[in-house]
């Protein structure tokens, strides 16, 4: 089969596992013989028939794999049948047993082994094990035979869940080393969007290049929901990176230090201004003069106690007149 022919197919190989074969000629035939008999006899039956009995299965066969096998065992022996039997192989017929070894090694030779692709795209690990899941689950009702539209189904279904977890790790391995936990930085914010809507049209460029089969609907579908994941992560990206903010918590320190100079404002006014005589000049000068000796006290004992919250205002201080003075260079060019 041509290269130009297995691009155009989902799946690369399927092989089919025929137990109990009874029409091989006697024990002493060439194994390769009978190798090669396996192959004319799976010829035959998915052959151009005039009969329409499984034509939709033969052509669906034809469309979804590259490469089409089988591999036929003899029955091993009537000792199997038995109710005693327990398990010994020096009991199972020959034949079987040189047919097994001979399909093991057919199947895990390692020249012959390649990487599991689906429409020419390799696999990863977790990839395969949710197309694993997926068939799984369609046997699991064990009532009927699955069809072949079902197992179609069943394959979309997990590539558009694979294709959500890969786009969603493009957009969180990008996001990471921007605003990720371990990120210290603060990001101006419309820098922050503008970043995010850049891994967010990544991540749905690998979306789109993966969920490339299954009907319009379910892809349509697996959009929305990674469209949905992303926000939510953008919210945690968002909230991560405001409280890396410079400027957060300056109210619990500005709003009693602008009552503290008000406070000293007017009592110096009041002094400049009032006789010394007068007993609501200087009532009123006690009265502001304890404010603000009371407001400095408690914000003494506040910086007492959290001393490495003041370490980190300290720092924030810095990173707020950073920012402020940036931002003024960058609007001067």
């Not at 005693?84 to 009991?91: E, P, T």
């Not at 992303?230 to 709003?255: A, C, H, M, Q």
């Amino acid at each position: 089969m041509g290269q130009k022919d297995r691009e155009c197919k989902p799946f690369q190989k399927i092989e089919f596992l025929v137990r109990d074969w009874q029409h091989f000629d006697d024990d002493d035939e060439d194994y390769d013989e009978m190798e090669k008999s396996m192959e004319e006899y799976l010829n035959s039956v998915l052959a151009e028939r005039d009969a329409a009995d499984l034509k939709d299965t033969r052509e669906q066969i034809h469309t979804c794999f590259a490469d089409v096998s089988c591999y036929a065992l003899c029955h091993p022996g009537f000792a199997v049948t038995k109710k005693k039997y327990n398990g010994d192989v020096s009991a199972l017929e020959k034949m079987f047993l040189v047919l097994l070894d001979r399909y093991c090694k057919r199947v895990f030779d390692r020249t012959k082994l390649q990487p599991k692709q689906i429409y020419d795209r390799e696999l990863t690990a977790v990839e395969l094990g949710s197309y694993i899941q997926a068939y799984a689950d369609v046997f699991v009702s064990g009532s009927k035979f699955p069809t072949a539209a079902t197992l179609l189904a069943a394959t979309a279904s997990a590539n558009n869940s694979n294709a959500i977890t890969l786009a969603m790790a493009e957009y969180e391995d990008r996001m990471d080393l921007i605003a990720g936990p371990k990120c210290t930085n603060f990001v101006r914010p419309e820098e922050l969007k503008e970043e995010h809507r850049s891994c967010q049209a990544r991540a749905m460029q690998v979306f789109q290049s993966v969920a490339t089969f299954g009907n319009r609907k379910s892809i349509d579908e697996a959009y929305d929901k990674l469209t949905l994941q992303i926000e939510k992560s953008w919210e945690t990206y968002d909230s991560l990176n405001n409280g890396r903010n410079p400027l957060l918590g300056f109210e619990t320190w500005l709003v009693p230090m602008a009552m503290a100079f008000v406070a000293y404002i007017l009592r110096w006014l009041t002094d400049m201004t009032c006789s010394p005589y007068s007993q609501m000049c200087k009532a009123s000068s006690e009265v502001l003069s304890h404010t603000y000796a009371v407001v400095f006290c408690f914000m003494a004992i506040l910086a007492a106690t959290k001393m490495k919250q003041i370490q980190e205002l300290s720092s924030r201080v810095m990173k707020a007149l950073e920012i402020f003075f940036d931002a003024k260079h960058k609007k001067k060019d």
